[in-house]
T-cell receptor
Framework: DQQVKQNSPSLSVQEGRISILNCDYT??????FLWYKKYPAEGPTFLIS?????DKNEDGRFTVFLNKSAKHLSLHIVPSQPGDSAVYFC???????????FGQGTELSVKP | NAGVTQTPKFQVLKTGQSMTLQCAQD?????MSWYRQDPGMGLRLIHY???????DQGEVPNGYNVSRSTTEDFPLRLLSAAPSQTSVYFC???????????FGSGTRLTVV
């Protein structure tokens, strides 16, 4: 029973364009949502998060949108850069520091 | 600040052997977790701890034991390794803040 789902295993985008990564969840008790970025042979690193009381959070080129009614969140990267090429995981928890449940990941490739 | 340190980085085990994956953090984080990463499956939570002496099961706990005798250390034990436990294992810790978990660099385990 996958509580957090990323249905696109991969995404290819041209440098300078927008990258949109999507994530769906099934557990309505989730209150915090996070995005992580992972390079090969390294651990995931925290990118951006959002609380369920908000519908948007922005940090530089990265914006996360949350649609609670649809149980859907998305990560927008504008403009995309080749260094953004990595696997992106969305994750959700019921509270800060709580069990963090991850999706399957989406591999983003940004082409020069 | 070393962050989250995992040892060993690589390990090959024979079926039925036992071993302990070590995880230590020097950030005084209360929350710690173990994940495994498999192709197409994302990161799956094995075990979780909210402080010394307190542990809880995650999504895939079978075949793994944990204990948390100190705030700093959270070892993961495989009592009788099976080929299905071939994976990359990540340890992570958190203050319980909104910035999520800090991950170690992983242990790549192969069971033959």
């Amino acid at each position: 029973d996958q509580q957090v789902k990323q249905n696109s295993p991969s995404l290819s985008v041209q440098e300078g364009r927008i990258s949109i990564l999507n994530c769906d969840y099934t557990n309505s008790m989730f209150d915090y949502f996070l995005w992580y970025k992972k390079y090969p042979a390294e651990g995931p690193t925290f990118l951006i998060s959002i609380s369920s009381i908000k519908d948007k959070n922005e940090d530089g080129r990265f914006t996360v949108f949350l649609n609670k009614s649809a149980k859907h969140l998305s990560l927008h990267i504008v403009p995309s850069q080749p260094g953004d090429s990595a696997v992106y995981f969305c994750a959700a928890s019921r509270n800060q520091g709580g069990k963090l449940i991850f999706g399957q990941g989406t591999e983003l490739s940004v082409k020069p | 600040n070393a962050g989250v340190t995992q040892t060993p980085k690589f390990q090959v085990l024979k079926t039925g052997q036992s071993m302990t994956l070590q995880c230590a953090q020097d950030m005084n984080h209360e929350y710690m977790s173990w994940y495994r990463q498999d192709p197409g499956m994302g990161l799956r939570l094995i075990h979780y701890s909210v402080g010394a002496g307190i542990t809880d099961q995650g999504e895939v706990p079978n075949g793994y034991n944990v204990s948390r005798s100190t705030t700093e250390d959270f070892p993961l034990r495989l009592l009788s390794a099976a080929p299905s436990q071939t994976s990359v294992y990540f340890c992570a810790s958190s203050l319980g803040s909104f910035n999520g978990y800090t991950f170690g660099s992983g242990t790549r385990l192969t069971v033959v």
